[in-house]
Nanobody, 126 residues
Framework: QVQLVESGGGLVQAGGSLRLSCAAS????????VAWFRQAPGKEREFVTF????????YYADSVQGRFTISRDNAKNTVYLQMNTLKPEDTAVYYC???????????????????WGQGTQVTVSS
């Protein structure tokens, strides 16, 4: 079992930055692919970004490409999401998710993941 805990959310003005963290416990994260999803009120949970188990492959949703960066530090069992140039439409609860796999192929579907954090709120004011 892997437990995931997100942190780093908050209120920021448009154009600002935040860094989210996803800390894992229970198992080493180095054999898990990790993704960030987000869910705005009244909307379905949507894919944001993905990093493969070793960090060699990353993918981004078009809406965040060039503004968000995913990274991981397997020694710290933590995955990060650096969010720059934030927009009001980035407002959502952000979730990290993990799946044990040694494949580097993109997994962008909610159903692909076995473990989820509780989420952290990001609010971007205009």
């Amino acid at each position: 079992q892997v437990q995931l805990v997100e942190s780093g959310g908050g209120l920021v003005q448009a154009g600002g930055s935040l860094r989210l963290s996803c800390a894992a416990s229970g198992r080493a994260l180095d054999t898990y692919a990790v993704a960030w999803f987000r869910q705005a009120p009244g909307k379905e949970r949507e894919f944001v970004t993905f990093v493969s188990f070793g960090g060699g492959a990353t993918y981004y949703a078009d809406s965040v490409q060039g503004r968000f960066t995913i990274s991981r530090d397997n020694a710290k069992n933590t995955v990060y999401l650096q969010m720059n140039t934030l927009k009001p439409e980035d407002t959502a609860v952000y979730y990290c998710a993990a799946k044990r796999t040694l494949s580097s192929g993109l997994r962008a579907n909610v159903n692909d993941y076995d473990y989820w954090g509780q989420g952290t709120q990001v609010t971007v004011s205009s």
